[in-house]
């Protein structure tokens, strides 16, 4: 342990003490988690940022989408709903999340999810069970909601827990703040349903799953899965004219981030272009007209002719104020859509879909089945 981590240290315990305690008062039902009688699923992790939750929330959307067909689910968009705390955001309490909303007012993901599905309620609460219960009077005939980074929410008793944990900073090898980034001591993991390894490389071998796997001792009623990331074509943030634009091993790329990890994404660029000038803030960064002018100056100052700036999906939803806009908005301004795929796809549906039939679903606004 260095000098800092060891300075650190009575913190962590300290920490530690406080959370192991508010988890006993959860277990032993002094505090009490609430059962809601919709479908909730509750997407988390034990660190702090960089495993990839709202990727995974959109991940969920699709494949319950596509299974509800023909596994009598009965979910669709109208009868769906995500719950984020809507961190970084300039408000509080409950709001619901409209196409007139700003990504200050609601936070960047939120703001990113609502972009791509449009027909699903999205709502920003810090209390989760509060939040639950005003999608529910808002929509009666609601019966799922997605909970984004809710695994230490604990007064939601979700349907189903899946804990995220990032391939190259596993949980198992993490320590408590401040010394290292989990929230709560690693026994926590208990608590998931399903345990996600996410970033893994697309050539992961089986025997480094295995190993990997080992490492986590997940228990009889846990199933573990590995995740990997897709990079799709750049959109354009501002101005379509820039559609169809590719990076080649010409272009000068100015990397623009405010993200928990941007290592994947910064390699992933690297490999295709001819320089990567890469421009990292912290995760959620709201960026100021200075950092933003700075960057701008940067990229007048690149003498080729192929350039671009280019930024991840949520950082483009901060990109849209209008200061920042008035600035950048006649340049090649670029993000990076992404998406997940979980490798035993079929496993993995199975998994989720009998979790959810085991569930007794009925929604007490209707008084009848669904």
């Known amino acids: 342990m260095n000098r800092g981590r060891f300075l650190l240290y009575p913190f962590a315990l300290m920490y530690r003490v406080i959370v192991v305690i508010r988890n006993i008062m959860f277990d032993s039902g002094i505090l009490r988690s609430k059962k809601f009688p919709i479908w909730t699923i509750s997407v988390g992790n034990l660190s702090v940022g960089g495993t990839g939750k709202s990727p995974h929330i959109e991940y969920l959307i699709r494949l319950l989408g596509n299974l509800s067909s023909y596994k009598n689910l009965h979910i669709s968009p109208e009868r769906t709903a995500i719950l984020s705390r809507g961190y970084g955001r300039s408000t509080s309490g409950f709001l619901l999340v409209n196409e007139n909303s700003s ?64 391939y190259y900073k596993p949980f198992y090898e993490d320590s408590m703040m401040p010394t290292g980034s989990l929230r709560e001591p690693v026994g926590g993991y208990r608590r998931a349903d399903i345990i996600i390894v996410t970033r893994t490389p697309h050539d992961i071998l089986d025997v480094e799953r295995k190993m990997i796997i080992k490492k986590i001792k997940p228990f009889p009623h846990q199933k573990v899965f590995f995740s990997s990331v897709i990079y799709h074509e750049m959109t354009p943030v501002y101005d379509v004219a820039f559609f169809g634009k590719k990076v080649t091993k010409e272009t000068t790329v100015i990397l623009l981030t405010g993200i928990a990890n941007a290592n994947d994404f910064r390699k992933h660029v690297q490999k295709q272009a001819r320089e990567v000038i890469h421009i990292s803030y912290p995760d959620h960064h709201w960026y100021s007209l200075v950092e933003i002018m700075k960057v701008k100056d940067m990229f007048n100052n690149i003498s080729s002719a192929d350039k671009i700036i280019l930024t991840t999906e949520k950082d483009a939803a901060r990109l849209h104020q209008a200061t920042i806009t008035e600035q950048l908005e006649k340049l090649p301004v670029f993000y990076t859509p992404i998406q997940v795929k979980i490798k035993e796809e079929s496993e993995f549906e199975e998994i989720l879909v009998r979790h959810l039939g085991s569930y007794q679903l009925y929604n007490p606004i209707q008084k009848i089945k669904v």
């Open 103 to 166: 990504a200050q007012e609601i936070g960047d993901e939120p703001m990113q999810m609502k972009m791509k599905f449009k027909d699903i309620m999205i709502a920003v609460d810090e209390k989760r069970a509060r939040g639950i219960t005003k999608l529910m009077e808002m929509n009666k005939d609601l019966n799922l909601v997605l909970l984004d980074d809710a695994f230490q929410h604990r007064y939601v008793q979700p349907s189903v827990s899946i804990l995220l944990t990032n």
